[in-house]
């Protein structure tokens, strides 16, 4: 009797203790919020204002004037630039050598993210490094990288590849090669986190009841890490729906061949065609703006339903 006597009253204890602890943090969260609050107010606003000025003359601003320009006539401009077949051209070869250029560096990105997390091999943090050079060096640069390479002429896999009837440079093989590279961080850096944090548990645990590699990685990995592969596609297919700079060098910019939507904007442009520029910048935009709505419509509805 006396024992369990004392075995309740430690019980209240732990449970009087965890309670004063609960009670602490709350305090203490009170008072973080409470200081907070009590923020220099023309400090708080001059930050907001800063930040939304900052984001007015950086985004807002450019934007509104493409799109102002685009519908100074209605929807005149976007059909009439439409009707060009320079621009349909364009339009699909940017939408084509993004969608293939997506395809690899999604099957490559997960590969490499599950490389990077789930195995410890010799130059893993060289790997890693690299992996964020994209980021670091200019697309020209890229580009030039591609053509001393691939070049039919002089480079040093072009000459015995155009030998066997594989042209890189000047064709649109280069120009996915070259979207890939500048894409290429985007997805891993949205993989590599997520894989970090829930760790290999479940892995194992699927690995120690018989499944196969395949059923692991399709019925455990995946479902834990589709949106960080979502997002990471998004932003990969709004990046290459941009890309200029290395596509411009290594593409050759002929109309109707090997233009690109980006260049074209560029030639228009220059060609005082002011009009089909402003309407294919716009498309352009819009559809990584689109890419974007949807994800997050999509998000919030998907996770109401794993609940």
Same mark, same amino acid.
């Given at each position: ?14 449970? +009087? +203790? ?5 009670? +602490?943090?709350?305090?203490?969260? @009170? ?15 001059? $930050? ?41 051209? @364009?339009?699909? $070869? #940017? ?68 030998? =066997? ?17 500048? @894409? ?24 120690? $009841? ?10 455990? #990995? ?23 700079? @290395? ?5 050759? =910019?002929?109309?109707? &061949? ?12 220059? =060609? ?25 419509? $999509? ?5 109401? &339903?794993?609940?």
């Amino acid at each position: 009797m006396a024992k369990r006597l004392s075995e309740r009253r430690r019980e209240r204890g732990t449970s +009087s +203790s965890a309670g004063r602890e609960r009670r +602490s943090k709350r305090a203490q969260r @009170a008072h973080h919020s409470a200081a907070v609050g009590r923020r220099n107010p023309a400090l708080t606003w001059g $930050l907001r204002f800063l930040v939304v000025g900052y984001l007015l003359m950086l985004v807002l601003w450019p934007s509104w004037y493409v799109v102002q320009h685009t519908f100074a006539d209605g929807l005149t401009g976007i059909q009439t630039a439409l009707q060009d077949p320079d621009v349909q051209h @364009a339009l699909l $070869l #940017t939408a084509e050598v993004s969608v293939l250029a997506v395809a690899i560096n999604l099957v490559f990105g997960v590969g490499v993210s599950l490389l990077l997390v789930r195995y410890d091999f010799p130059g893993r943090r060289v790997l890693s490094a690299l992996i964020d050079l994209p980021l670091s060096v200019s697309p020209v640069v890229v580009g030039l990288a591609l053509v001393l390479v691939y070049n039919g002429r002089y480079g040093w896999f072009g000459p015995w590849l155009e030998d =066997n009837g594989i042209q890189i440079i000047f064709s649109w093989p280069g120009m996915v090669m070259a979207t890939c590279f500048v @894409a290429l961080p985007l997805i891993i850096r949205e993989v590599v986190p997520v894989l970090e944090e829930i760790g290999d548990d479940q892995e194992q645990a699927a690995r120690s $009841l018989g499944a196969s590699g395949w059923q692991t990685f399709w019925r455990i #990995t995946v479902p834990g890490i589709r949106w960080a592969i979502v997002y990471g596609v998004v932003l990969s297919l709004a990046r290459s729906l941009g890309e200029f700079g @290395a596509v411009k060098v290594v593409a050759g =910019n002929v109309a109707g &061949e090997t233009q690109t939507a980006t260049v074209l904007v560029q030639q228009k442009y220059q =060609n005082f065609e002011q009009t089909t520029a402003y309407s294919v910048s716009f498309l352009l935009a819009f559809a990584a703006v689109l890419c974007l709505i949807v994800v997050a419509l $999509l998000r919030p509805k998907a996770s109401k &339903e794993s609940r």
